[in-house]
T-cell receptor, first 112, second 115 residues
């Protein structure tokens, strides 16, 4: 893949548990973004972390970035059934034109 | 508008037919991006615009794909002589002026089925 790997590819948890997804990328970055895609819908932007940031929080979301390992993780705490979706990380890679390069995605199922 | 609008929602074409997809970016946004998603997974970048100018077309299969963003009109992506492999969901996204590395706002997509 252009981006690298996301793992796991699929994750199934019970409501209330935490979910962690990981993403690796290949080139130097300006920022890394996480998006959610509900079944049959478009992508919704969740959070953007800049290359000089190590951690960022937004509600129940926590994102970390390790530029030395070229990896990021997304943690969803106290998951809900409504969090069931596919999650994608994206960077601009070496592009200077704004195009996003996406990971393969992690499909999360949260069981009520 | 406040959301990216894409039409039609679904499009079915016979192999060899033309397909045309439309996108209305969020009002005031300067950048428009088109992506292709096959099999619910990988997103492939096709083309981007800065206002009506092509910004990056490195992802476009140029022999059959073309796109435009003209003033006061929805942007369009056209596929001449569709092939089975063009079956995918096509997403349009826009982002505001002031930096093309901002978050992108995605439309709901157009599902193209080539029979």
């Amino acid at each position: 893949s252009q981006q690298g790997e996301e793992d796991p590819q699929a994750l199934s948890i019970q409501e209330g548990e935490n979910a962690t997804m990981n993403c690796s990328y290949k080139t130097s970055i300006n920022n890394l973004q996480w998006y959610r895609q509900n079944s049959g819908r478009g992508l919704v932007h969740l959070i953007l972390i800049r290359s000089n940031e190590r951690e960022k929080h937004s509600g129940r979301l926590r994102v970390t970035l390790d530029t030395s390992k070229k990896s990021s993780s997304l943690l969803i705490t106290a998951s809900r059934a409504a969090d069931t979706a596919s999650y994608f990380c994206a960077t601009h890679g070496s592009s200077n034109t704004g195009k996003l390069i996406f990971g393969q995605g992690t499909t999360l199922q949260v069981k009520p | 508008g406040e959301e990216v609008a894409q039409t039609p929602k679904h499009l079915v074409r016979g192999e060899g037919q033309k397909a045309k997809l439309y996108c209305a970016p969020i009002k005031g946004h300067s950048y428009v991006f088109w992506y292709q998603q096959v099999l619910k997974n990988e997103f492939k970048f096709l083309i981007s615009f800065q206002n009506e100018n092509v910004f990056d077309e490195t992802g476009m299969p140029k022999e059959r794909f073309s796109a435009k963003c003209l003033p006061n009109s929805p942007c369009s992506l056209e596929i001449q002589a569709t092939k089975l492999e063009d079956s995918a969901v096509y997403f349009c996204a826009s982002s505001p002026p002031g930096g093309f590395r901002n978050e992108q706002f995605f439309g709901p997509g157009t599902r193209l089925t080539v029979l």
